[in-house]
């Protein structure tokens, strides 16, 4: 018979792509590791791992395993949960892997509703972009992802329920004076001259945006190439550039700036996604539930904020 943690440890390897990362994962050393590896291929007659290069990869029998082993993990997990919801109370630890601009704006509410809800719930965050936030669920390392359908390509996640939190739209932000504030709508066509602030970071995002530009017939001219958000908003503050962002990046963040609808209508579904068989389980339930709370309460960006000085003329 199979060894469940020696499957578990071949299943790590297809998400995490290293012997080292996997026992930086579980713990362990990475002679342990590559034992245990091997045990399971003489468990299966199988050859499992080969070599490429300095580094290892799963063979066409291991990955075919690893996607057989999902139903076993599934399994697993919904026991797990089944036994959760027998208890008195929500207890135990809640990790919770988020995109930036949902960690910054609507997870602090959602944490916070949990903890003052669950006293002996551990609620935990960590803020990874979507394709690692993924990573972090498959292998045990967050229960909660929190992610958008712009990334959802990898057939691992077969192995993932998602769930829809709320939609995000994008906007045109500029400089408080640019004469595209008075618009009520701003054509992404008439931003084909202009300088371009992006943040290359969030690498579907940059994609997105560059895409829907050439959609329009041009590529943005980036003058202002930024690892975060944060510099973005400064350089478009600046009146060095201007950019398009999810309203999510916007919230708390308008002084200094105007905001338009963009047209044709850019946007995102932020998704809640778990394992399967965790999708039962009541803290997974309680999160989802405070997610949906906090984003009702949150500051909403106002339109208002792009500038009070419409009746100017341009």
Same mark, same amino acid.
């Given at each position: 018979m199979i060894n469940v943690q020696r499957l578990r440890l071949l299943r790590e390897l297809s998400f995490l792509g290293t012997i080292s990362a996997v026992a930086d994962s579980l713990g362990l050393t990475r002679p342990a590791v590559s034992q245990q590896l091997s045990q399971l291929e003489k468990d299966t007659g199988l050859v499992l791992v080969e070599r490429a290069g300095r580094s290892v990869q799963l063979t066409g029998a291991g990955m075919r395993l690893v996607e057989q082993s999902h139903e076993v993990f599934e399994s697993l997990e919904r026991i797990d949960a089944e036994l959760a919801v027998t208890r008195e109370s929500i207890s135990g630890d809640l990790r919770i892997a988020a995109f930036p601009s949902f960690s910054a704006t609507v997870l602090p509410g959602a944490m916070s509703l949990l903890r003052s809800s669950h006293a002996q719930l551990k609620v935990s965050m960590v803020e990874h972009e979507p394709a690692e936030a993924i990573v972090d669920l498959m292998t045990k390392r967050a229960d909660v992802a929190v992610l958008d359908n712009l990334s959802r390509h990898d057939p691992r996640n077969e192995a993932v329920m998602y769930q829809p939190l709320f939609g995000d739209d994008f906007y045109v932000v500029m400089p408080e004076?640019?004469?595209?504030?008075?618009?009520?709508?701003?054509?992404?066509?008439?931003?084909?001259?202009?300088?371009?602030? *992006?943040?290359?970071? $969030?690498?579907?995002? !940059?994609?997105?945006?560059?895409?829907?530009?050439?959609? @329009?017939?041009?590529?943005?001219?980036?003058?202002?190439?930024?690892?975060?958000?944060?510099?973005?908003?400064?350089?478009?503050?600046?009146?060095?550039?201007?950019?398009? *962002?999810?309203?999510? $990046?916007?919230?708390? !963040?308008?002084?200094?700036?105007?905001?338009?609808?963009? @047209?044709?209508?850019?946007?995102?579904?932020?998704?809640?996604?778990?394992?399967?068989?965790?999708?039962?389980?009541?803290?997974?339930?309680?999160?989802?539930?405070?997610?949906?709370?906090?984003? $009702?309460r949150r500051s909403q960006p106002s339109l208002l904020g792009l500038s009070n000085e419409t009746s100017e003329t341009a």
């Open positions: 004076k640019h004469p595209y504030r008075k618009l009520d709508t701003v054509p992404l066509a008439h931003l084909a001259e202009e300088d371009w602030a *992006l943040n290359r970071s $969030a690498r579907v995002y !940059h994609s997105l945006v560059s895409d829907a530009c050439l959609a @329009e017939g041009f590529a943005p001219n980036i003058t202002c190439d930024c690892k975060d958000t944060t510099t973005v908003l400064q350089m478009v503050r600046a009146g060095l550039a201007i950019s398009i *962002l999810p309203g999510l $990046a916007l919230t708390g !963040h308008q002084q200094g700036i105007a905001i338009r609808p963009l @047209e044709p209508l850019l946007k995102r579904e932020v998704l809640f996604a778990t394992l399967k068989g965790r999708a039962g389980h009541p803290a997974i339930q309680e999160c989802f539930r405070a997610m949906r709370s906090s984003y $009702a």
